[in-house]
């Protein structure tokens, strides 16, 4: 079974802090697709990154980054000089490679970016 | 394209009440799935509909039911409410093509309160 785990519940900095979220999951499948997800006050889920697993490579994108580890099983990412727009959940999620079955949550890591 | 679409976006009802909620998907989608999502318990699956069938079923009691119309538009009812019912329900959609990963747009939500 697909599991995904996220052990920081809350997190707060202050603004211009880095911060990390940790995602560690578990799955059986050999290739599978992480993704993370931000989810501000309004509600809605938006997608920050997919991954392949077969891609290792780290991934920059402006203040954003995400390290991928398959040998620990974790998919961590990080925000460099957090902003208070920052402040969100953030969901990690973890699917096969087809779509076909539905996504696997982590339980979410609230951020709060204090200015 | 407009995005995923959903209504109402704030319910209050009481127990043992029944509700609808609905769901259009971004035009040419044909695909919609739907998530409960609870402080406790985060977001879980609840099902997903594609060319007005059931294709994936989450673990949640028969209360929880939804359909799919003609147009792609889906509706979810939840019968005799409890006040674990209390959550945000998120509506994704995605074209479902064969050939490739198929992303999952997500609505606002409509966030269900239950007296």
């Known amino acids: 079974a697909q599991k995904v785990t996220q052990a920081q519940t809350e997190i707060s900095v202050v603004e211009k802090e880095d911060v990390t979220l940790d995602c560690v999951y578990e799955t059986r499948d050999t290739t599978y697709y992480l993704f993370w997800y931000k989810q501000p006050p309004s509600g809605e889920l938006v997608f920050l990154i997919r991954r392949n697993s077969f891609d290792e490579q780290n991934e920059i994108s402006g203040r954003y980054s995400w390290n991928f580890q398959k040998s620990t099983s974790s998919f961590n990412f990080t925000i460099t000089a957090s902003q208070v727009v920052d402040s969100a959940v953030y969901f990690c999620a973890l699917s096969d490679v087809s779509g076909n079955t539905p996504l696997v949550f982590g339980k979410g890591t609230r951020l709060s970016v204090i200015a | 394209k407009a995005g995923v679409t959903q209504t109402p976006r704030y319910l209050i009802k009481t127990r043992g009440q029944q509700v609808t909620l609905s769901c259009s998907p971004i035009s040419g989608h044909r695909s919609v799935s739907w998530y409960q999502q609870t402080p406790g318990q985060g977001l879980q699956f609840l099902f997903e509909?594609?060319?007005?069938?059931?294709?994936n079923k989450g673990n949640f009691p028969g209360r929880f039911s939804g359909r799919q119309f003609s147009n792609s538009r889906s509706e979810m009812n939840v019968s005799t409410l409890e006040l674990g019912d209390s959550a945000l329900y998120l509506c994704?959609?995605?074209?479902?093509?064969?050939?490739?990963?198929?992303?999952?747009?997500f609505g606002p939500g409509t966030r269900l309160t239950v007296l």
């Open positions: 994704a959609s995605s074209e479902l093509r064969a050939s490739s990963y198929n992303e999952q747009f």
């Open positions: 509909y594609f060319s007005e069938t059931q294709r």
